[in-house]
C-alpha cells in the first residue's frame, strides 16, 4: 500500500452550528451543537486518509501545552501515527472556531504553531516517509512557505509524486511565487481560491489561464463536484446529491478520497468519484466524518 506523506497544520478545533443566524457586532446568538476536536487541513486529510484504511504520515508541530497533548491524544484513537509531530517549547498550539451552516461557514484562527513553524523545526525523513507528498494551507504557514518549493523538488527528486491544496489567502493576495510549480503534479484549490488566484470569472477560465507547468489541476466546486485540467483538457465530474449540515473539511475529505484512491493506483477519474463521494459523506455529518 503506497503511503501518503503530509505536511502542514495542526490545531483545535471548536465547530458551532444550528445558530439562526450570522453574528453581529454587540449582539449574541445561540448555537445548538458544538465539537470540539483536531483540526488543520493538514491533520483533516490524515485522519480521514486512516479512517479509509489508507496508509498515511502527518508531519506537523504543536505547543507543549495542554491543546497539544489532547492534540496528540485524539490523533491516536483515530489511529493516526503521532511520532513524526514536532513539540514547541517556545509557542503555543493553534485553535480555530468555526461557525458553520448548511452551506457555508465563518472560521477565525489564532494560529500559534501554524504560522511559526520552519522546515527545520520538523522531524527528518518526510522524503523517504512514504510515496506521495501532500501540502496544504500554504498561505497560513508563513514560517514554511520560504521552503516549499524547494521542498517539492526535493520530493520529485527522491522519487515521489506531489500535491499542494493551498487554502484560502486571508490577506487576497494571492502570490504563490515560492512555489515551484514544475516539481507539482496535481494543484488542488477550491473554486474561490482558483479564481482568486487567476482573477478569472469563471472556473473553467480559471484553469486555462492557470500555470501549464502543472500536469494537472483539480478544482473542488462544492455542489457540483470536481472540475479537472489534464493534458489540456478541461472535464467537470457532477458531485453527489446529499443533504448538507456542516462544510466544515469538504475539501479536506475530497482530497483524501481523491489522493488515497489515485495513490492506490485508479485511473484518475475514478479518484475524482472516490474524492466526491468522501466529500459528499463529510458534509452529511458535523465536524469530521468517521470515514
Known amino acids: 500500500m503506497n503511503t501518503v506523506v503530509v505536511i502542514g497544520d495542526l490545531n483545535v478545533d471548536l465547530i458551532l452550528s444550528g445558530m439562526p443566524d450570522l453574528p453581529a457586532m454587540g449582539k449574541e446568538i445561540v448555537a445548538t451543537t458544538r465539537s470540539t476536536g483536531p483540526g488543520g487541513s493538514a491533520t483533516n486529510m490524515a485522519i480521514i486518509l486512516a479512517a479509509n484504511g489508507y496508509s498515511v504520515r502527518l508531519y506537523s508541530r504543536i ?7 489532547f492534540l496528540l491524544d485524539c490523533l491516536r484513537q483515530r489511529g493516526v501515527p503521532t511520532e513524526k509531530i514536532a513539540v514547541s517549547d517556545t509557542e ?4 480555530t472556531v468555526a461557525l458553520t451552516y448548511p452551506h457555508d461557514r465563518m472560521v477565525i484562527s489564532d494560529l500559534g504553531t501554524t504560522v511559526a513553524t520552519r522546515l527545520e523545526d520538523l522531524h527528518e525523513g518526510y522524503l523517504s516517509a512514504g510515496d506521495h507528498l501532500h501540502l496544504t494551507s500554504y498561505f497560513l504557514q508563513a514560517g514554511l512557505r520560504p521552503d516549499l518549493g524547494k521542498l517539492l523538488a526535493a520530493a520529485k527528486a527522491s522519487g515521489m509524486s506531489t500535491s499542494l491544496d493551498p487554502g484560502h489567502d486571508p490577506a487576497e493576495a494571492w502570490d504563490l511565487s515560492s512555489i515551484d510549480f514544475g516539481s507539482l503534479d496535481l494543484f488542488m484549490p477550491n473554486a474561490d481560491e482558483l479564481l482568486g488566484i487567476t482573477s478569472a470569472a469563471t472556473v473553467e477560465a480559471g484553469l486555462q489561464s492557470f500555470c501549464e507547468s502543472v500536469e494537472t489541476v483539480i478544482v473542488k466546486a462544492g455542489a457540483e463536484g470536481a472540475y479537472m485540467r489534464s493534458e489540456g483538457t478541461i472535464s467537470h465530474h457532477p458531485g453527489i446529491v446529499t443533504t448538507v449540515l456542516d462544510t466544515t473539511a469538504a475539501g479536506d475529505s475530497f482530497n483524501a478520497g481523491f489522493l488515497g484512491a489515485w495513490c492506490g493506483g485508479a485511473p484518475i477519474d475514478d479518484a475524482i468519484a472516490n474524492g466526491n463521494a468522501t ?10 466524518p468517521e470515514k
Not at 503555543?92 to 485553535?95: H, R
Not at 466529500?279 to 469530521?288: P, S
Open 279 to 288: 466529500g459528499a459523506r463529510a458534509v452529511a455529518c458535523v465536524g469530521l
Open 63 to 69: 505547543g507543549n501545552d495542554t491543546d497539544g497533548r
Open 92 to 95: 503555543s498550539t493553534g485553535i
